[in-house]
């Protein structure tokens, strides 16, 4: 399995379950719009840091982006 795959399916399917755009999401996690597009797209190596960046924008904890 690729984890950056995984992880960028788990980030897409966790956004949009939260009717949650690309856009919306990048404000809210202080990010570019087109490095969540890269994240989901599993093109992109996060940090831990972009991570929780993403997490706390999203409202749910860091080990549900984990939970294949």
């Known amino acids: ?3 950056k795959v995984a992880y960028g399916k788990k980030v897409r399917q966790i956004r949009k ?3 949650v755009s690309q856009e919306k999401l990048a404000e809210l996690a202080e990010l570019d719009r087109t ?7 599993g093109k992109r190596n996060v940090s831990i840091e972009t991570i929780f960046k ?9 080990i549900e982006f984990f939970e294949f």
């Open 54 to 62: 993403i997490a706390e924008a999203l409202n749910i904890p860091v």
């Open 17 to 19: 379950d939260k009717g």
């Open 35 to 41: 490095y969540i597009s890269g994240i989901e797209n």
């Open 1 to 3: 399995m690729d984890i």
